[in-house]
Nanobody, 109 residues
Framework: VELMESGGGSVQPGGSLRLSCQASDSSWAFNKMAWYRQAPGKSREFVAMDNVLRKKYADSVKGRFTIDGDNVRNTVSLQMNNLKVEDTAVYFC?????WGPGTQVTVSS
């Protein structure tokens, strides 16, 4: 199974971006869909998770980011509002043991 992210880019502080991730195999039944991110010089960190039963967010993004997983289409999105400079990172899609290659999000004025 391959995952592919889209929707990254550059935005000013306070702006919004929407990331999307599509799995190549629509028949695979994923238990968990999530987003992680890795800023320059830092370790990869958890951002948000959707496992149908509940959604979970890192404290740093609560109230600003919204994850939405679709187990029928095997897609997951991340709506990011009120972006901050510290949100700058490569964002990775994760579905169970599979990872996407990442998409760059840059927040700067």
């Amino acid at each position: 199974v391959e995952l592919m992210e889209s929707g990254g880019g550059s935005v000013q502080p306070g702006g919004s971006l929407r990331l999307s991730c599509q799995a190549s195999d629509s028949s695979w039944a994923f238990n968990k869909m999530a987003w992680y991110r890795q800023a320059p010089g830092k370790s990869r960190e958890f951002v948000a998770m959707d496992n149908v039963l509940r959604k979970k967010y890192a404290d740093s993004v609560k109230g600003r980011f919204t994850i939405d997983g679709d187990n029928v289409r095997n897609t997951v999105s991340l709506q990011m509002n009120n972006l901050k400079v510290e949100d700058t990172a490569v964002y990775f899609c994760n579905m169970d043991q599979f990872w996407g290659p990442g998409t760059q999000v840059t927040v700067s004025s």
